[in-house]
């Protein structure tokens, strides 16, 4: 099981070393991590393999968490309404 640390800028120029590392880890098995603690900003790109992976994960039976949710991730995420799709829990559920 290995990290996967998304970048800062979550662009579509680093769109295709997230969706190999994401292939590879659905691939390979186990549990998938992806590491969103140091995302300042995140585009179309970012979230449409955070998604595909999600879907890879779940269909292969693994787990997929998203961790560190930096506070830029996790309001880009919540206004496109899927934190829900993603595993993400909003923050009123972490409140609770």
Avoid at 9 to 36: F, M, P, Y
Avoid at 65 to 71: C, F, G, Q
């Amino acid at each position: 099981m290995d990290t996967i640390v998304l970048p800062v800028n979550g662009s579509t120029v680093n769109g295709e070393e997230l969706k190999v590392r994401l292939v590879l880890a659905t691939d390979l098995g186990g549990e998938v991590i992806v590491d969103a603690g140091e995302v300042e900003s995140v585009g179309q790109a970012m979230v449409q393999l955070l998604l595909a992976g999600r879907a890879e994960a779940d269909a292969n039976g693994h787990p997929f968490t998203i961790i560190n949710a930096s506070p830029a991730f996790r309001t880009r995420i919540e206004a496109l309404g899927l934190a829900g799709p993603l595993g993400l829990a909003t923050e009123e559920e972490i409140k609770s």
